[in-house]
């Protein structure tokens, strides 16, 4: 490919992506503590580990001091490295 005249050009690669979806195993989480660290292990099949997790935030925030509200399953979802 040549580039002259200091012109815009443009490359793509079309692809399909193939993969094994990958399912949460674990059915809840321990409580969590607020303004306190919180780390869990989570069971899942499929795909290809190591697996790496991010969660989606739609829950209400309050301030309080009780414990953490539950999340789901549906609120987690296989996310990217940071």
């Keep these: 490919m040549n580039i ?6 443009k490359i793509w690669i079309e692809h399909t992506v193939n993969y094994d979806p990958v399912e949460i195993i674990s059915d809840t989480l321990p409580p969590a503590t607020v303004y306190e660290p ?13 697996y790496l997790w991010d969660y989606d935030r739609n829950y ?8 953490f509200p539950m999340v789901t399953a549906q609120q987690l979802s296989p996310g990217a490295a940071m």
């Design 4 to 9: 002259t005249n200091n012109t815009t050009t």
């Design 38 to 50: 919180y780390t869990t292990n989570l069971e899942a099949s499929g795909g290809t580990s190591p």
């Design 60 to 67: 209400s925030e309050t301030n309080y001091t009780a414990t």
